[in-house]
Structures are given as structure tokens and as C-alpha cells.
């Protein structure tokens, strides 16, 4: 026998000896999905009876509200704690000034009605943002150069916001960008009876090229043509300016605050939950989704261990829920 050639407490340590049964594997497990960590975004269009497959979306349909109520139903018959609602809004409803945004009767405040009516426990999350109402796809209102005016744009998203929580959201979601929108949202719900509307600030929003499906789901892509939103969302490059987003809207007033998007961003929500150490969110946005559904359609990667997969790595990075496409499919799975 030669000279031993190992180096450190081999054998004493065996780091395999913990994986070598699943009871130990369950013992020291950190992380864990469940259910209650996810939100799950959903299309609604006008009409009745009316679904309409997202080509980029394999399996995600714009619903009419008649078949929201449903779903609505189901989702919370499997214990999904809440829906984050996205209107397709037609083009005669759109405009300059995206009047629409705060019509008590538009299409977004009749679906929160419905799903409330059809399942009351179920938590519903608005988007605050004008992107779907402006004729030009940004989410604000642009001066003759196109730039995205903010303070003008902040006015008509606190609008937005209370005619929101006064048609039943339980939470504004802020997805626009725009600075002092959470003071601003803050303000106008307490001066006007709603203390207890949250505000899940979409505080570090990437100025990213993985929204492109939803911009097909919601028929703003073609609106906004060429333009892009980096004149308002962040530059995928930096780091310490989520931190400074995500401060500046919790002080402002913000109950929960999200990285978007999700996957290529895991370190960022590492990031702010460790500094901030408040609820944190991620949303697994429509590009990821796509990708992933590809190589499921390809049979590249196995769909049930993937899509787990892939979720697990938000709580790992510290996320406390997650805006996911595959919302309704992984709570059938867990339900099993
Ligand atoms: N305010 C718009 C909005 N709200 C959510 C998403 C993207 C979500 C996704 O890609 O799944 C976007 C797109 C954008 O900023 O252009
Ligand atoms: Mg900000």
C-alpha cells in the first residue's frame, strides 16, 4: 500500500452519507415548494365563452370572464393563494392618455368583480401600469418625442391604482417604473378609505427582452413596434441599482417588492432579500416560460422535474412567492 494521496477529513467527513437515504435527504433539506408560494398571472379578454391560445405560450389562453370565474374556482379549489390580472384590452379602448386605465367599468376591474364573486378567499393582484391602454404600448404617457413622461404618468397610475382597490384588488401591482409611483399609490389609497390595498411594487424591473411572449398574450408588441423601455426599466447590467429601487420603494410605502424577471436575474433576489429582509417576489416571465415549453415540446427536458425544478431555485434564492405561467400546473402536481 502507497501513501495515502487524500487531503483534508476524508473519510471522517463523507458528504454522501446524508444522500444516501431519502429520510436523510428530507432531514436536510433547506427548501421547500409549496402551493402557497405562487401567484398565477392570467389573460382576460372581452366576450363570452371565448378562449384564445398565446402562440409564443404553449397552454396559456386569454379567457372571457365567464371562463375566468372558473378557472378562478379551480385554482383556488388547489390552494393557489392568488391570480395577477392582465386585460387585453381592444384598440378602440386605447388612447393617448389611457383614459381607460381608471373607467370603473373597464374590463380589468370587471374581472376582479368575478373572480371575488366566484371565489371570494382568492387574493387578486392588478397590474398599475398603462402599457395596455396607451395606443403606443409604453407604460406611461410620452411628450412629442416619445419619452415617457413621469410625473404626468404617476398621476393617472394612482387613478388607475384607486379605482382598482375600490373595484376589489386586494393588491396594486406597479409594474411601470416610474419614480415616486409607490408614494404616489400609497397616498391616494389612504386618503380615500383603502389602508389595507398592498402594494407589490415591481421595485427592480429589468428592461429585458424575455417579456416578448406577453407582449404577443396582450397585443401591446405591435404598438410598441421598435421602441423599448429603457428609459424607465433597468439596465439588465447592474445590481446595486435594484438594491436602491427596492429601498427607495419600500420607503415609499411598498408591502412587498419583486424581481423581474426571474431566472437570469436569481442573484438579485439573493441580493435584496438579504439586505432588505422583507417579502420578496419573483415573476417567471413569459420568455421563460416559452423556453421552457420548447424544449418540453422537443422533448429536450422532462416537463414535471423541470418546472419543479426551476421554482425550487426562487425559494433557494430567497424569494417568499412566484409569478409563474406554471402556477396551475405545479399546484395539480403538488395536489397529487
Ligand atoms: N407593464 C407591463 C408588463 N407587466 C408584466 C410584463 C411582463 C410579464 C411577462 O413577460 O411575463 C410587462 C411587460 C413589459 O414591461 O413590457
Ligand atoms: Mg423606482
Known amino acids: 500500500m502507497g501513501k495515502s494521496l487524500h487531503r483534508g477529513p476524508f473519510p471522517s467527513t463523507r458528504m454522501r452519507r446524508m444522500r444516501a437515504s431519502e429520510f436523510s435527504r428530507r432531514l436536510m433539506r433547506e427548501n421547500t415548494l409549496t402551493v402557497d408560494d405562487l401567484i398565477y398571472p392570467m389573460f382576460v379578454h372581452e366576450g363570452s365563452n371565448s378562449r384564445e391560445a398565446v402562440g409564443s405560450m404553449p397552454g396559456i389562453e386569454r379567457l372571457s370572464l365567464d371562463l375566468l370565474a372558473e378557472e378562478a374556482k379551480l385554482l383556488a379549489k388547489l390552494g393557489v393563494p392568488a391570480i395577477a390580472l392582465f386585460p387585453v384590452v381592444g384598440d378602440a379602448r386605447k388612447s393617448l392618455l389611457a383614459e381607460e386605465a381608471y373607467n370603473p367599468d373597464n374590463l380589468c376591474h370587471r374581472a376582479i368583480k368575478t373572480i371575488k364573486d366566484a371565489a ?17 404600448g409604453q407604460d406611461g404617457i410620452i411628450d412629442d418625442s ?31 417604473m416610474m419614480d415616486g409611483r409607490i408614494g404616489a399609490v400609497r397616498e391616494i389609497l389612504e386618503d380615500n378609505g383603502q389602508p389595507n390595498t398592498r402594494i407589490l411594487a415591481y421595485s427592480a424591473k429589468y428592461a429585458s427582452s424575455y417579456y416578448g411572449p406577453f407582449r404577443d398574450a396582450v397585443g401591446s408588441a ?26 427607495l420603494d419600500l420607503e415609499e410605502g411598498a408591502d412587498m417588492i419583486m424581481v423581474k424577471p426571474g431566472m437570469p436575474y436569481l442573484d438579485i433576489i439573493r441580493r435584496v432579500k438579504d439586505e432588505l ?60
Open 120 to 136: 371570494p378567499e382568492m387574493g387578486v393582484i392588478t397590474d398599475v401600469a398603462l402599457d395596455p391602454y396607451t395606443t403606443h
Open 146 to 176: 416619445g419619452y415617457v413622461l413621469n410625473d404626468l404618468t404617476v398621476e393617472t397610475l394612482s387613478r388607475q391604482a384607486l379605482a382598482q382597490a375600490q373595484a376589489g384588488a386586494d393588491v396594486v401591482a406597479p409594474s411601470d
Open 222 to 247: 405591435g404598438n410598441l413596434g421598435k421602441g423599448n423601455k429603457h428609459s424607465y426599466q433597468m439596465d439588465p447590467a447592474n445590481s446595486d441599482e435594484a438594491l436602491h429601487e427596492c429601498a
Open 277 to 336: 429582509a422583507v417579502p420578496t417576489y419573483a415573476y417567471q416571465v413569459s420568455g421563460e416560460y416559452a423556453m421552457h415549453c420548447a424544449a418540453f415540446q422537443n422533448g429536450w427536458l422532462d416537463r414535471e422535474s423541470v418546472m419543479l425544478e426551476s421554482l425550487l431555485a426562487f425559494k433557494r434564492a430567497g424569494a417568499d412567492g412566484i409569478l409563474t405561467y406554471f402556477a396551475k400546473d405545479v399546484a395539480l402536481l403538488l395536489n397529487q
